[in-house]
């Protein structure tokens, strides 16, 4: 039985197709797709204030049907006579990349999928199998983020869409790609991505020129003032790993950190803790405005309180219930988190972000309001807005320092913020 797909006039593909195409062997799903053998392989992104991976993208790994000669994906890709192929072939990646995942129980960590412009411009056509698919594999769309390439797609609406369609099914949604080619950060702000994937171009063009570094730089916080997470991409080497950390990007992925690989590796912080941190990003200018007064008063009440012994409790017990405020928590000298957050009641539920809510072991000495309260000890320190990294709000972060029995330390308090 030949279990490659030939067709080519049908529009849509079902999941029964998808599966007709797949082959079980010992526990692992390979697709079949012409007279090419499609396995799976999955490389770690890490977040660089968490230290630890968060997520897998599943990648296409291809070779021919007796498994002798690997095959590009690009080759594989480019093998579709037309766009009823291309979508077969997105799908059935999809479904081997989830079967060979296998999530655990318990595993809090996302799986990205590509979904190729051809599923995208058949616009609705994507929506039954896509949920068949996850029923199928008993995932919840919490657990996938759905990689959408924007340069490719012309039609503006139909980005808005497809973005729209994959959060309301619950999933994350990631703009892969972006500052490549026809890229454009106004369809970024519009369409609302939760994560932008920024290409490898960018990183590898600022390893070598200080100007594109400075605009990485700036192409990271106008991401973040969009209200989206940062993502870099295609990190090699140490050089860029640095340029990646001073850039405030919220997340990486690369050769550098970990290569991708037919199992998962789920622990480990990819070299991340060892990277130096004495060149700091240059500092952003203050954001002052009259709503916040009623918060910079209490916040230095909760200062006071601390320097005199109060426990973190007692002492922020009346900043937290200020109606804004979302966490406050305690850095020492290095950026090091010292204990858990002190939520406010009212966001005591599950984040969106539900990887990176846990705040166990992170660092933040590369944000904003770390590294200006220690450069500015005892003056209270006001960060631009940026979309949280653990509770998914766009907030503001005050910050300053303080003595804790004779140690410095950082008082910590973000706001939600909506400009």
């Known amino acids: 039985m030949n279990l490659a797909y030939c067709e080519t ?18 526990g692992r799903a390979y697709g079949h797709f012409k007279e090419m053998l499609l396995d799976s392989a999955f490389q770690p992104i890490y977040s660089l204030s968490h230290r630890r991976i968060v997520g897998h993208e599943g990648l296409m790994r ?22 009823s192929q291309s979508v077969f072939l997105d799908r059935l990646c999809r479904a081997i990349h989830l079967h060979n995942y296998q999530p655990r129980q318990g595993n809090n960590q996302w799986l990205f999928l590509n979904v190729s412009a051809q599923v995208i411009n058949r616009r609705r056509d994507h929506e039954p199998f896509f949920a068949e698919l996850l029923a199928n594999y008993d995932v919840t769309p919490n657990q996938i983020v759905v990689e959408i390439v924007e340069g490719v797609i012309p039609d503006f609406h139909l980005l808005a869409e497809a973005v729209e369609f994959y959060r309301n099914a619950g999933c994350v949604v990631a703009i892969d790609d ?37 605009i990485l730089c700036a192409t990271v916080a106008l991401i973040h003032e969009a209200g989206s997470l940062a993502l870099l991409e295609g990190i090699e080497n140490t050089e860029q790993a640095m340029i990646a950390l001073d850039s405030n990007a919220d997340m990486v992925q690369g050769f550098h950190f ?36 009623p918060y910079l008063l209490e916040f230095k009440c909760a200062l006071l309180r601390l320097t005199s012994g109060l426990a973190m409790e007692s002492a922020s017990a009346t900043l937290i219930s200020l109606p804004k405020i979302d966490r406050c928590y305690v850095l020492n000298a290095s950026g090091e988190q010292i204990g858990h957050s002190l939520m406010a009641k009212k966001n005591e539920y599950a984040s969106r972000f539900a990887p990176l809510a846990d705040t166990t072991g992170t660092n933040w000495a590369q944000k904003p309001y770390h590294y200006r ?10 960060s631009r807005p940026y979309l949280s990294i653990t509770s998914a709000r766009q907030c503001i972060t005050l910050s300053s320092t303080f003595q804790m029995y004779g140690e410095l330390q950082v008082l910590c308090c973000d706001i939600e913020w909506q400009e």
């Open 178 to 214: 972006f500052g490549a080619e026809a890229s454009d950060i106004e369809r970024i702000w519009r369409a609302s991505p939760d994560i932008v994937k920024l290409d490898r171009k960018l990183i590898a063009a600022a390893e070598f020129n200080h100007k594109a570094r400075r």
């Open 373 to 382: 309260a220690i450069l500015q000890p005892n003056e209270v320190q006001i």
């Open 62 to 83: 291809a070779s021919t049907a007796q498994g002798s000669i690997n095959i590009s994906p690009l080759q594989v890709l480019n093998s579709a006579d037309n766009d």
């Open 258 to 293: 970990s290569r991708p690989a037919a199992t998962p590796l789920m622990q480990g912080d990819g070299g991340i803790g060892l990277l130096a941190t004495s060149h700091l990003p240059p500092m952003f200018e203050d954001k002052k405005n009259q709503l916040l007064q």
């Open 9 to 26: 006039s049908r529009t849509s593909t079902t999941l029964e197709e998808v599966q007709r195409a797949t082959t079980v062997k010992m």
